[in-house]
């Protein structure tokens, strides 16, 4: 049974994504060549879409989805959908084949018709809990994406290097220059249109590149990375994400990273995702330590933070919303949003001035910064500590 509605939900563990879901509900985030959402939508393109997210969200998700209700009560059959889960195939065919089941994973609740649905069976489910288990999946992601976006459309000079053509796929009016090696050997890589690949850039599948983005010249982009659209991304980036209008244009190392909207790396930022002793990393969420058991993690950094020239994050470093981070020696391994940090000092950032510099930002792109969105970010400042 297909339904006629679908209402795609965010869950009560939006927080364990902070800060990346300050500005967005969990389903915006990105994880192979489109979001969480994107990847339900697909499953169901006639249905009628409904999201349901916090409240002080709404009037910024109103403006770049007018037409779909937000937090609308829902009358008639609907099937709910865990926005926070990486939907596929065989999650489709388990709740359309039995109107009256709730999928369970663990007990996370992954999809059910209405609040009358009786019958609980268990699934299985990959369910995004933590930043970085979007970049364990990202790779996993940009694959399965890859059958649905695959074309030779923009223009490719002489002196291109195709490993695995049939594995590479390149949209409309993008241009790759002379000396880049596209390397499809180990999966696949996804060009949106309108993309500049200058020349000598390396790129490995499996690899996105979302549209109207510029990979500077000499680049090398290792696999398991997604960037986009309307990024600037130079130097060494591994097993990251990197979400739209944002800028990594020099040298420097972005490893098992994870960017939001809006920010700025320096000439010569670097991460560390790797311990000297090569133990597990534990990050810092929401005042508690998680230990990630994972080797690598690098940078997970919120909306609109920058770091200057020559900046060092430590393995496992946190950055809030609209932080500037400068100056020599690490900085803090967990910094608050609206944070003016250099290695020594941690100082408040003016609401005022973050405002004004963002406004800048988003009008070089063209894009305008409505009230709402300052009263989104106002919300944040409010809501971090001082």
Request: charged letters at 20%.
């Given at each position: ?254 490893g098992h990273s994870y960017i ?55 393995t496992g470093t946190v950055v ?67």
């Amino acid at each position: 049974m297909l339904p006629k509605t679908i209402c795609i939900y965010e869950d009560e563990y939006y927080a364990n994504l902070y800060p990346l879901t300050y500005t967005r509900p969990v389903f915006e985030l990105l994880c192979g060549s489109m979001s969480l959402a994107e990847r339900i939508r697909r499953f169901f393109p006639d249905a009628r879409l409904v999201f349901k997210c916090r409240d002080h969200i709404v009037p910024v998700l109103k403006e770049k989805y007018p037409a779909i209700p937000i937090n609308l009560l829902i009358e008639g059959p609907c099937l709910y959908i865990n926005g926070s889960v990486l939907f596929d195939e065989s999650l489709f065919k388990k709740i359309t084949s039995d109107s009256n089941v709730t999928l369970v994973h663990q007990d996370v609740t992954v999809a059910f018709w209405n609040a009358l649905s009786t019958k609980k069976e268990n699934c299985d489910a990959t369910v995004i809990r933590y930043p970085w288990d979007l970049i364990t999946h990202n790779p996993e992601m940009i694959t399965r994406d890859f059958n649905n976006k695959k074309r030779m459309d923009g223009k490719l000079h002489e002196g291109v290097h195709l490993i695995e053509s049939g594995h590479i796929s390149i949209g409309n009016n993008s241009i790759i220059k002379p000396g880049v090696v596209l390397d499809a050997e180990h999966g696949p890589i996804i060009i949106g249109e309108n993309v500049t690949v200058m020349p000598n850039a390396v790129i490995e599948g499996p690899c996105y590149i979302g549209d109207n983005s510029i990979i500077k010249a000499g680049a090398k982009i290792y696999e398991g990375t997604a960037i986009g659209p309307v990024c600037k991304v130079g130097g060494e980036v591994e097993s990251s994400i990197m979400h739209g209008y944002s800028n990594k244009q020099h040298d420097g190392f972005l490893g098992h990273s994870y960017i939001g909207e809006w920010c700025n790396l320096g000439a010569d930022t670097n991460t560390s995702d790797l311990k000297n002793n090569y133990g597990n990393v534990s990050v810092t969420l929401n005042d508690k330590d998680i230990y990630t058991g994972s080797m690598f993690i690098g940078l997970i950094m919120g909306d609109h933070s920058k770091s200057g020239i020559n900046t060092m994050f430590n393995t496992g470093t946190v950055v809030g919303v609209s932080s500037n981070i400068f100056g020599a020696g690490f900085p803090p391994k967990t910094i608050p949003s609206f944070a003016w940090v250099d290695s020594k000092d941690v100082q408040r950032y003016r609401l005022d001035k973050a405002i004004e510099v963002a406004r800048t930002v988003m009008a070089r792109r063209k894009v305008t910064m409505t009230e709402n969105y300052v009263n989104l970010l106002k919300y944040i400042f409010d809501s971090s500590p001082s």
